[in-house]
């Protein structure tokens, strides 16, 4: 059964190219490859935001409050209206990540957003998070803002599946057409060969782990993937504005 709800610190890292083969043989030492990363394949995630029509969540992920929170449709590969994937609510408070979902199709997602709330409950889904949810729609009157997808490799430490690090490069998204169905294509946010590490734990880092970052001088950042589109979006804006009034 997939795992539904997720308590946890995320420490994030930008790596290059260069950097990428020593860590990545450091850490293949120490942890397993995610099953659909065998031989360092990657996998595509995409994911549908979804935000108030002034887009208060993301302005307000960007104060940096001590809580605050985001919802997301996330699939895994090409998806289509009828196949399963996962509404998350995302929230975070003094560092503390907690993650809820529920298993739910695409379109009874986007059912669930355009009836602010209301849905036909089906067995494989998280009664608990569908009401939470659900609060959210009412409560901030969300619609689809955006869509962000990426290629990830993924890793779990020998022994201690609550040490998670993954790898997620190509980054792109759109405002247009969000359309899960048609695809995960989009305008880069990321340069090229640029990966955006994320180290996944409760507990503290193992120190060979520790000893790794040390040794790549990697410090980490302060980076949202939905922020820094938001971010560009709000930026192409004003450029636009500019040349049309120049």
Known sequence: MAIEVFNRFEKKYFVGEKQ?????????KHMTPDKNNIGRKTYSICNLYFDTADNHLIRTSLSKPLYKEKVRLRTYGAAKKEDIAFLEI?????????????KITVQDALRLIEN???????DYMNVQVLKELS??????????KVIIAYDRMAYFEKGNA?????????????RENLRLEDGDYGHLLLP??????EIKTSKAMPLWLTQLLAEEELRSVSFSKYGAEYK???????EEKEVIYA
């Open 20 to 28: 990428m083969i020593h860590v990545l043989e450091e850490i293949e």
């Open 90 to 102: 995302k929230k975070k408070v003094q560092g503390l990540v907690n993650k809820r979902r529920t």
């Open 116 to 122: 602010r709330g209301k849905i036909a409950v089906q």
């Open 135 to 144: 609060y959210m729609v009412q409560n901030y009157k969300l619609y689809p």
């Open 162 to 174: 609550d040490l998670r690090i993954s790898f997620d490069t190509n980054v792109r998204s759109r």
């Open 192 to 197: 090229r060969n640029t990966w955006l590490m």
């Open 232 to 238: 560009k979006f709000i930026r192409m804006n004003e």
